[in-house]
Each structure stands twice: as structure tokens, then as C-alpha cells.
């Protein structure tokens, strides 16, 4: 099927430099950042950790700023890594 308009953005920005998730599960995004940086990213096993599993992300990352990241994932999630 081909789509006419289809905004390829997010799929081609790591050519870039930039990894981009648009509504993407948390569990998604944490498992791919894990491949770029070569550490786990995980929730813990508390209530609270579920609950976070359901949020859904919206950013760009630099995949080679492992501080950065951590700092964009807990403005955005009000969290502590």
C-alpha cells in the first residue's frame, strides 16, 4: 500500500543523530534507548513502576547523551533515575 503524506520524520532521524518516539509505550521506548546506549533502562516491579508502564512518550533524543536522556525521561515522567 503506499501512502501519499506520510510524515517519515521520526522513522529517519537517527540518520540525523536523534531518536524520536511519537506516542510510543514507555516499555518501547525504554527497551530501544537500552540498544542505543548499551545499558537497561527498566521499570522497578512497585505500583508505581505499572503505572508508568502505560504512559505513552512523546521526544527527541540524542542517542549518544546518556545524562541527557535520563534528564529528559525524568522532567517528562516526574520521576528520579
Known sequence: RVERGAALGPYLAWRDG????VDAPLPEVLA???RWHG???ALGPSAA???LAERV???RL???AV?????VLEAAL???T
Do not use: I, K, M, Q
Not at 536523534?18 to 518516539?21: G, S, T
Not at 545524562?67 to 534528564?71: C, E, I, L, S
Open 39 to 41: 545499558v537497561p533502562f
Open 32 to 34: 530501544e534507548l537500552g
Open 67 to 71: 545524562d541527557a536522556t535520563r534528564a
Open 57 to 59: 512518550l512523546t521526544t
Open 62 to 64: 540524542r542517542p549518544d
Open 49 to 51: 513502576d505499572s503505572a
Open 18 to 21: 536523534w531518536l524520536v518516539f
Open 78 to 80: 516526574d520521576v528520579r
